[in-house]
């Protein structure tokens, strides 16, 4: 399988999709706990592991919220908005410098475990274009050339 990040250009906000409801249903809660965990012990070694609580105990109240919020966008029980309140998840990462390059380290971490789970090709393409549109809007900072 093919995952391809789109280029991200400073300005353009574009419209997200929410991924198939067949997520859930093929992974259920467990399933997408699982995947988010595994992102996130992937990027607590990678490039911009600064980005994430290096305490244990925070690392996982966050792979917690994470996978609260993709539940819910994924069809499953609205925990995100319920533990949370509404996602609002770029004010949520503003105290983050998120550059173009951290959501591609992001994503390929992504790409990693998407890789990894056996679903049908239509499913794991639909998060995939939910996850490289959404991570767009999260980029607050520009590296300078």
Not at 97 to 105: G, H, N, S
Request: aromatic content about 12%; proline content about 7%.
């Amino acid at each position: 399988m093919n995952f391809i990040i789109s280029k991200y250009i400073p300005g353009v906000s574009p419209g997200v999709t929410l991924p198939s409801k067949q997520m859930f249903v093929l992974l259920g809660e467990k399933g997408i706990r699982s995947m988010v965990s595994d992102h996130y012990d992937l990027l607590k070694n990678s490039r911009i592991k600064d980005l994430f609580p290096k305490n244990p105990v925070a690392l996982e109240k966050a792979k917690e919220h994470s996978a609260d919020f993709f539940i819910q966008i994924c069809g499953g029980p609205e925990y995100f908005n319920r533990n949370r309140g509404k996602p609002q998840l770029k004010r949520r990462h503003l105290p983050f410098k998120i550059t173009p390059k951290a959501r591609e380290e992001w994503l390929n971490c992504y790409i990693q475990v998407l890789k990894q789970l056996d679903l049908p090709e239509e499913v794991l393409f639909s998060f995939w274009n939910y996850l490289d549109t959404f991570s767009k809007w999260m980029v607050n900072t520009i590296e300078k050339e």
